[in-house]
T-cell receptor, first 110, second 114 residues
Framework: QKEVEQNSGPLSVPEGAIASLNCTYSDRVSQSFFWYRQYSGKSPELIMSIYSNGDKEDGRFTAQLNKASQYVSLLIRDSQPSDSATYLCAVRGRAGKSTFGDGTTLTVKP | DAGVIQSPRHEVTEMGQEVTLRCKPI?????LFWYRQTMMRGLELLIY????????DSGMPEDRFSAKMPNASFSTLKIQPSEPRDSAVYFC????????????FGQGTRLTVV
């Protein structure tokens, strides 16, 4: 089992729709969780971080964390073509180790 | 700060040659990570350092790979001898100490072994 798993893509949504991205992790003692966005040919960049159970909103983005279920999600409201990218879930756990999922590629169609 | 700086940006080498990738982390960051990204395997953690000390190198694929961090501002990832299956984008990232801190990535080195 991979340490961080993301729902297989690719994911395609129409412009203005809600995109939902999911991630599960195996290490129960993981403490911090991040969503990165990676455009083709570029390096990953942070878009959201979450540390406590519940929801965290930042503009059109909402991250949700459920530690009991070892589950993290990212919702993108009012999706725009510029949101088309690969989204990477990252988990930071023991001794500062930072592990990424394989990513989900999102395409927002105009 | 200029961010995490990696060099070279692109490297093409012949099979069997030694390859050295370089990374300068953000000043003041305690952690340094080396990742490899391919279509097949995604973004894999190879090794990471805390205060210049290697903490976990379980992701290093083979003895052909080695990494060093001689001081807080410089790290290298060496592949000797290189093979075509090593072709990938190699990212270096750094972060502050503390669990609730994100990693900042360099621009990556695209390695092609022919």
């Amino acid at each position: 089992q991979k340490e961080v798993e993301q729902n297989s893509g690719p994911l395609s949504v129409p412009e203005g729709a809600i995109a939902s991205l999911n991630c599960t992790y195996s290490d129960r003692v993981s403490q911090s969780f991040f969503w990165y966005r990676q455009y083709s040919g570029k390096s990953p960049e942070l878009i959201m971080s979450i540390y406590s159970n519940g929801d965290k909103e930042d503009g059109r983005f909402t991250a949700q964390l459920n530690k009991a279920s070892q589950y993290v999600s990212l919702l993108i409201r009012d999706s725009q073509p510029s949101d088309s990218a690969t989204y990477l879930c990252a988990v930071r756990g023991r001794a500062g180790k930072s592990t990424f999922g394989d990513g989900t590629t999102l395409t927002v169609k105009p | 700060d200029a961010g995490v700086i990696q060099s070279p940006r692109h490297e093409v080498t012949e099979m069997g040659q030694e390859v050295t990738l370089r990374c300068k982390p953000i000043s003041g960051h305690d952690y340094l990570f080396w990742y490899r990204q391919t279509m097949m395997r995604g973004l894999e953690l190879l090794i990471y350092f805390n205060n210049n000390v290697p903490i976990d190198d379980s992701g290093m694929p083979e003895d052909r790979f080695s990494a060093k961090m001689p001081n807080a501002s410089f790290s290298t990832l060496k592949i000797q001898p290189s093979e075509p299956r090593d072709s990938a984008v190699y990212f270096c990232a750094s972060s502050l100490g503390g669990i609730n801190t994100e990693a900042f990535f360099g621009q990556g080195t695209r390695l092609t072994v022919v």
